[in-house]
Structure formats: C-alpha cells, structure tokens
C-alpha cells in the first residue's frame, strides 16, 4: 500500500473513531435527559396529587362540608370545581390552581385530559362502571367505609399511566394491584385512581 493509501486509511480510522465517541456521547446526554425528565415528571405528578389531597381536607374544614355530589348521570363523581370555585359558607379558596375544563365538571391536570374526584368504598374496583356499583351513595352505611378519590383521564395515546402506577407505588411503598389498593387503574389504562382518604359521608 502507497504512504497515501495508509495516510487515508489512518484518517479513516480515526474518523470512524470520532464518530463512535461523538454517537456515544450523543446517546448518554440523551438518556441523562430522558432520566432527568422522568424525575421531573414524577417530582410534577406527586406534587400536584398532594395538593389536590390538601385542598380537599382544606375545604371541609373551611365549610364544615364534603364537597357535594354532581348531578351528572351516577352517584359517585363529586364537585371538584368547587376547590377552585365557590360559594359555599366558609369558603377561602381556590385551594388549587388547576383550571376549570370547557365541560365546567373537571379540572385540568397536567399530563392528563381531566381530572375529577369520586366518592366510593374501597372494594375491588377499577373502572367508571364499578365506581357506580361501589359508589357510597349506593352502599349501604353499616357495610361501608367511604373514600375519596382522585380519577385521573388519560390524553387520547398515552400509555403512560403504567409507568404513572409503578412511580406512585414506590413512592407510597404499598404494593396494590389494578383493582385494589390505594392505586388503580383500569384495565385499558384509560383512567388511574388515587385515593385520598375517609370521607364523612353524613356531611
């Protein structure tokens, strides 16, 4: 081989050299940002669930009430708009600063299309339809503890809310299935539930 033929082989090589560095950098700074976008994501996520919990405790000891039930076709969804708005006695909200949906019943949420509450014992359940079986309006009371829950939509296309689970699971260290637990989600993860505690269902 001609001193120019190695020459070129040699510039090659190193070429090729410094283009597998620079793909490998490339690669990791992708995956550092992928792991520090996901943290983010779970940071968002566990603080806004929070702050949804606090305001609806914030609200009954304000007015002496739950939030009442909507008159919206089932006997499980309760007035989350009621958190940002109201006029209710006793009344010091917005306890958050989710904005209220066209549909005038939900608030938004990030990373989802809505999100609601419900009222509904801690049975097995973990779809809209077992919420109206469930529902504590529909339970007798000496068989039922009540419950509050947040009901979270998912956007058309993601399938985010499995991960969404596994990230909440670690972060309440209660192991829960699809159907039970304080975490659920149903079954074409359309809607994920988090419960945010007892509800005293005579007020």
């Known amino acids: 081989m001609s001193t120019r033929g190695k020459k070129a082989l040699f ?34 996520l566990i603080k806004n669930l929070k702050q949804v919990g606090s305001a609806y405790y914030a609200y009954y000891l304000d007015t002496s009430y739950e939030l009442p039930l909507l008159n919206h076709g089932n006997s499980w969804e309760v ?69 509050t829950w947040i009901v979270l939509t998912a956007k058309d296309g993601n399938n985010e809310i499995s991960e969404y689970i596994d990230m909440l699971e670690d972060y309440i260290t209660e192991s829960s299935k699809k159907n039970s637990g304080r975490i659920r989600a149903s079954d074409d993860y359309k809607y994920l539930f988090v419960e945010v505690g007892l509800s005293d269902v005579s007020k």
């Open 11 to 44: 510039l090659l090589k190193d070429a090729l050299i410094f283009t597998s560095i620079v793909l490998l950098v490339i690669f990791l700074t992708t995956q550092v940002f992928k792991a520090t976008q996901q943290k983010q994501e779970e940071s968002d």
């Open 79 to 147: 007035n989350a708009v009621q958190l940002v708005s109201s006029d209710v006695d006793g009344w010091q909200g917005p306890y958050v600063s989710l904005p209220i949906n066209q549909d005038g019943v939900s608030l938004g949420f990030e990373g989802f299309e809505s999100m609601t509450l419900a009222r509904a014992t801690s049975h097995k359940w973990n779809s809209l339809e077992d919420l109206e079986k469930y529902s504590c309006k529909n339970k007798k009371s000496q068989y039922r503890k009540c419950y």
